[in-house]
């Protein structure tokens, strides 16, 4: 079925307080009522910068820094010195590792 384009600021309007006094997603809204989705939301960006204000009410969005921390390896090693374990990670230090061992091994 071919999605109608939002016809004109009236039109558009109308639609947005239709959806936003619905319990509807926009997708879904859109779909119901035959209407581009993409039209629609141009015509909301429109008469926004028109209006200082989102036509559907909208809250305003606000901008986050996000900061992506490296992942954790998910690899993990056993290190077996007679009847001692030691479990390391990706992250451990060789120098350190082999200080260990030594010291476990003289024990």
């Known amino acids: 079925m071919d999605r109608r384009k939002v016809r004109d600021g009236d039109d558009a309007l109308e639609l947005l307080r239709a959806l936003s006094h619905s319990e ?5 809204f859109c779909r119901l009522h ?11 960006l429109n008469l926004g910068r028109r209006h200082g204000q989102v ?4 809250p305003a969005l606000r901008l986050l820094e996000v900061t992506v921390a490296r992942p954790r390896s998910s690899a993990s090693y056993r290190v077996h010195v007679g009847d001692l374990v030691v479990e390391v990670d990706d992250d ?5 590792l082999v200080r260990l061992v030594a010291v476990l091994a003289a024990c």
Request: hydrophobic content about 30%; aromatic content about 8%; some cysteine.
């Open 24 to 28: 509807l997603s926009r997708k879904e």
């Open 55 to 58: 036509a559907s009410e909208a």
């Open 92 to 96: 451990f230090v060789d120098d350190t």
């Open 34 to 44: 035959g209407i581009d989705g993409r039209s629609l939301r141009c015509w909301e």
